[in-house]
């Protein structure tokens, strides 16, 4: 029997429905700001990644799939969103020229790390990127957008962190002070921490082993070292917040994973999910446009796991089921009730019927399956008196119809 690689799920029908709730969902609230549908590649250049992500961080220097194409150049499958849209907008001018942009984007991302709850090889997305401006309103939005998401989806229990980790100016004394703290604390940390200090030292606070942890407690916080513009502007994105009602916890420490955030970063944790207890997570990056052969453009953005978003749904959340499943018992009673199917799929109802079977306790047994509202029951009988029955499968409740006032009975269930 051949098997599917590990860190890789099937998402079967039963999951589906559920699957594409988060994700109309999370479209519906985009569409509220205004935000439309880009479709980026799956594979690209490895250079996007390395160039965006940061050459240092763990992603591209140890998560990617990356391989040669025929022409011996290095290819990529993304393992995230951001960088792909930013080299989308740059290299389609046209958007680059527009004043501001907005886009949301959904679909698979690949990373080669551990499987665990919550973090798969191949798992997806969906995030939005605001190119244009650099005022602290849009900072406020991605994060309302992503906390409006939430409470859609009914996902309860949650923190938003939010910090700000400055300017590429303003947090060069700072890098200083947070090397000359963990300095002496390097023989006890990790060997990538040990990697980190020189290459990457803010990502020292970004360390999720045990060793790491505890030296984190007391390191130096960036508050008071940031430049008073930026000071503002996190000021400003913690104001637009709480006047909206949207609880959040401020973190000095919260630094993120990736090398082009600027000012704004935030996450959105849980205690639900183990040791990945962020679902969402995102911020602002000034620098990233120009740095892909762009104009100066400020932008701000986020994503969210999809996979880690079901995991935290109720059960029954985003169920649905079809109006109508169509009992018959055999022969006669199957033409006629095929006969109905084009009038009740003309008024947008979904139904489904089992040809096969003519006996109705097997029948009733798969509406119930299907999660179906209503049963609508045609047999011999029915046929001799020309009626038909609707069972609602929910209170158990029947009631018989004239055959030949179909149309009529669909008309008033429309209605009402």
């Known amino acids: 029997m051949l098997k599917k690689p590990p860190g890789i799920e099937d998402v079967f029908p039963d ?16 569409s509220m700001f205004n935000y439309r549908e880009i479709i980026i590649p799956v594979i690209e250049f490895t250079e996007v990644f390395a160039r965006g992500i940061g050459a240092d961080t763990d992603i591209v ?46 679909g698979q991302m690949f990373r080669a790390e551990r499987p665990q709850k919550g973090r798969l090889r191949q798992f997806n997305q969906f995030g939005a990127e605001m190119f244009g401006s650099g005022d602290s309103y849009y900072d406020y939005e991605v994060i309302l957008m992503m906390d409006l998401i939430s409470r859609k989806l009914n996902i309860k229990d949650y923190t ?30 990790c060997k990538d921490c040990n990697n980190r200090f020189d290459k ?3 990502r020292l606070l970004d360390c999720k082993k045990e060793s790491c942890a505890e030296p984190k407690k007391d390191a130096p916080d960036i508050t008071g070292y940031i430049c008073d513009n ?68 400020p932008a701000v ?31 006669e009673s199957l033409k006629v009730i095929t006969a ?25 047994k798969k509406a119930n399956r299907e999660n179906a509202k209503h049963a609508l029951i045609i047999g011999d009988n029915e046929i001799e008196s020309g009626k038909f ?18 149309d009529h009975y669909l008309k008033s269930q429309i209605k009402n």
């Open 15 to 30: 999951r589906i429905t559920k699957w594409n709730h988060i994700l109309n969902t999370a479209a519906d609230v985009f």
């Open 61 to 106: 220097s140890k998560e990617m799939f990356t391989f040669e194409d025929r022409g011996g150049r290095s290819l990529t499958l993304r393992p995230e969103g951001t960088a792909s849209v930013v080299r989308a907008y740059v290299e389609n001018g046209e958007y680059n020229r527009l004043s501001a942009c907005k886009f949301f984007y959904r």
């Open 160 to 189: 938003l962190l939010i910090n700000s980790i400055g300017c590429k100016e303003c947090r060069e004394d700072y890098i200083q002070v947070l090397k000359a703290y963990y300095k002496p604390l390097l023989g006890s940390m």
């Open 200 to 202: 990457n030292p803010l």
């Open 230 to 297: 930026c000071s503002n502007h996190h000021y400003r994105v913690m104001d637009y917040l709480q006047k909206s009602g949207v609880a959040y916890t401020e973190d000095p420490r919260l630094v993120r994973g990736l090398d082009y955030y600027t000012k704004t970063t935030f996450e959105f944790v849980t205690d639900k999910l183990g040791g990945q207890n962020a679902f969402a997570a995102g911020g602002r990056y000034d620098n990233l446009v120009e740095l892909f052969g762009g104009r100066a453009t």
């Open 301 to 331: 953005g986020f994503a969210s796991g999809i996979e880690r978003l079901f995991l935290l749904m109720d059960e029954e959340a985003g169920e649905t089921g079809i109006d109508y499943f169509l009992i018959h018992s055999g022969s």
């Open 340 to 364: 109905l199917i084009p009038k009740i799929i003309s008024f947008n109802l979904s139904i489904d019927i089992d040809p096969e079977k003519t006996g109705f306790k097997a029948q009733f």
């Open 389 to 406: 029955i609707v069972k609602d499968m929910i209170t158990g409740e029947q009631k018989i119809y004239d055959l030949d006032k179909f």
